[in-house]
């Protein structure tokens, strides 16, 4: 006990919160908390740490709960008036208690040389040389547990940066999301390792998933972590969007084409609406009908309400009549399609239903029968050279478009990505290595539940991981919609309020210890909070997101002032030439 006390004190100045009286490495730890610390401090989602004899844990507050000593307490509880008998029983006949995750362990090596030989004094072990070069700390999954007694201490800052690290740190690519909740520190994700797996974004509705997905993109395209190729249903991401701010006035927010006005290249399928709304230089998007496959209507079998027959018959069409077979099923007559189902053994009826049903297709204003110009592989060059793209739907946001597009959009981008992985790992050339490529997409659960997530390329990218330099940001209320096997893929959930049972379940897939966290994600503000897990961050944590506003877009390098006041510096001086006659 000696060394607790005077030793390995993290911070001197740090009052213990509480010790820690049982626990085990599976359940997580019990705290008691000392009488003078209020158990209303204890907010779900905070960042403790136990100070353990040899090693220092890193751990999440997962519940709260009140404890007496003695039956006679409860059935004799004291008179709210009297303070003093309260005072009296708090800290022995009535305590509080914490229930603690331990999430990540560190061992000072002096610490375990110490431990070793009892001769050392304890002293040697403070963490004087783990608060100057916290960068070199080597922070290990837990492995075991502190013992009785450990004492517990609120995070500080140095702990905070021990684990989330710095945004400015030369040796990584991180990007700071928020802060805990209790505390002014920014908390990063590491970018690189972020993109190397798909993520997803997930919250009911009015959480703040859209925010979040900018501040990421964001990041992403000031920290060139990877290009991203952004299907944004909602016309949200690419310019100006609103905030639900104050009732009486509308707000709107800065798209990503207006923060970086060189790197991201806007395309949209709807041409008016996003010329409305006072984007000048979008690039016009058109499909046509023969880059539309069988596997393209596979997954939009519910929207256009295809039967099991017509998909097989399309695939007798598309057998015949190649790329073509849309616009020539359009353009049969009954005799024509009769004539073909004698000799194809295709069912009449079923391929009648079918191209009724396409005729559906004529309302998407941006398919064509034939198109000039190859747009797909437009993006693909802007993709190449390093640009973000986003496409933009405007009125054509429809379950029905939205997936049709995105699926044949993604489908060739990813195959040409598949081509040039492949050279990559043939050449092993660095100059044929493809941009690290993310694709953003809306209600995920569409294109991801168990039912269709093997008919969509986006089911294909999930699972395949990194393979080919291709990953997905998933944005999506509904999580428990989504495959088991995607999900349990999917590297980094940064998750806002959900308060559907299966939902939060979905979201702790293939995550081990989850159960414990269940409670911290139920219990988050309904707005501009979420828990981040996975891949990216070295231990879960809950944080205040970062707000997306003025101060961010400067924070991120938003050229508007600067480069006005450039113009203006330049007209002064033009004028002041003029002036001096030259
Ligand atoms: N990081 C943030 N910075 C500033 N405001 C935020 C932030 N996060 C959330 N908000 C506020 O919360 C509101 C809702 O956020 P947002 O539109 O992102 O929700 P959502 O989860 O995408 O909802 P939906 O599912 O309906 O699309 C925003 O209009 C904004 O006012
Ligand atoms: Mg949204």
């Excluded at 008036?81 to 509080?96: D, M, R």
């Excluded at 996003?274 to 997954?299: C, H, N, P, W």
Aim: glycine share 6%.
């Amino acid at each position: 006990m000696d060394d607790l006390e005077h030793g390995v004190q993290p911070m001197e100045l740090e009052q213990a919160v509480g010790s820690v009286i049982q626990g085990s490495l599976s359940q997580g730890l019990e705290v008691r908390l000392h009488p003078d610390v209020l158990v209303e401090d204890m907010r779900v989602g905070k960042f403790l740490v136990v100070q353990g004899r040899r090693s220092r844990f890193f751990c999440m507050l997962t519940d709260v709960s009140l404890g007496t000593s003695s039956p006679r307490i409860l059935a004799n509880p004291p008179d709210p008036n009297n303070s003093f008998l309260q005072e009296v029983l708090a800290g022995s006949g009535t305590y509080g208690t914490l229930n603690l995750s331990p999430m990540l362990m560190f061992t000072p090596t002096d610490v375990t040389a110490a431990s070793r030989s009892p001769q050392t004094a304890p002293k040697a072990t403070t963490f004087a040389s783990y608060q100057a070069n916290t960068n070199a700390v080597e922070l290990l999954p837990v492995k075991t547990i502190p013992s009785h007694f450990s004492q517990v201490f609120e995070a500080g800052e140095y702990d905070f940066r021990a684990v989330f690290g710095w945004e400015d740190d030369p040796h990584r690519c991180n990007f700071s999301i928020g802060m805990p909740i209790d505390m002014d520190v920014p908390i990063c994700l590491d970018l690189d390792r972020f993109v190397e797996r798909s993520n997803g974004i997930f919250g009911k509705s009015g959480t703040g998933k859209s925010f979040l997905t900018r501040l990421l993109l964001s990041g992403i395209i000031r920290r060139r972590a990877a290009v991203n190729l952004i299907f944004d249903m909602h016309s949200e991401y690419g310019w100006e969007a609103t905030s639900e701010g104050h009732k009486s006035r509308v707000s709107t927010v800065k798209g990503l084409r207006q923060l970086f006005p060189d790197q991201v290249q806007m395309y949209t399928l709807d041409p008016e609406s996003t010329k409305r709304r006072g984007v000048r230089d979008a690039q016009e998007l058109y499909i046509s009908f023969d880059q539309i496959e069988v596997e393209d209507l596979m997954l939009v079998r519910g929207e256009l309400n295809l039967s099991e027959a017509s998909l097989e018959n399309a695939i007798i069409l598309r057998n015949e009549f190649g790329k073509a077979w849309i616009n020539r099923l359009m353009a049969m007559s009954n005799e024509e399609i009769q004539e073909f189902c004698e000799v194809k053994m295709g069912s009449k009826s079923s391929i009648m239903a079918l191209q009724r049903k396409l005729t559906r297709l004529d309302d998407l204003k941006y398919l064509r029968q034939t198109c000039p110009k190859n747009y797909v592989g437009q993006i693909l060059e802007s993709l190449e050279a390093g640009k973000h793209v986003v496409v933009e739907f405007g009125s054509q946001s429809n379950m029905l478009s939205y997936m049709l597009a995105t699926n044949i959009i993604a489908r060739r981008i990813h195959a040409s990505y598949v081509h040039k992985a492949e050279k990559f790992l043939q050449t092993k050339n660095v100059s044929d290595r493809p941009h690290q490529l993310v694709i953003t997409i809306e209600e995920a659960h569409r294109f991801l539940d168990a039912a269709t997530v093997r008919q969509t390329i986006f089911g294909t990218i999930a699972r395949e991981m990194r393979k080919y330099f291709v990953t997905l940001l998933v944005v999506d209320q509904r999580p428990s919609g989504i495959d088991n096997e995607v999900m349990s893929q999917v590297g980094t959930r940064i998750t806002a309020l959900l308060n559907d049972e299966k939902d939060i379940d979905a979201i702790f897939t293939g995550v081990s210890g989850g159960q414990a966290l269940r409670s911290v994600l139920a219990k988050l503000d309904s707005k501009q909070q979420a828990l981040v897990l996975g891949h990216a961050v070295p231990m879960p944590v809950v944080v205040r997101t970062r707000p997306y506003d003025e101060t961010f877009y400067a924070e991120i390098g938003d050229r508007d002032w600067e480069s006005m006041s450039n113009e203006a510096v330049l007209t002064a001086a033009q004028s002041a030439r003029a002036d001096l006659g030259f």
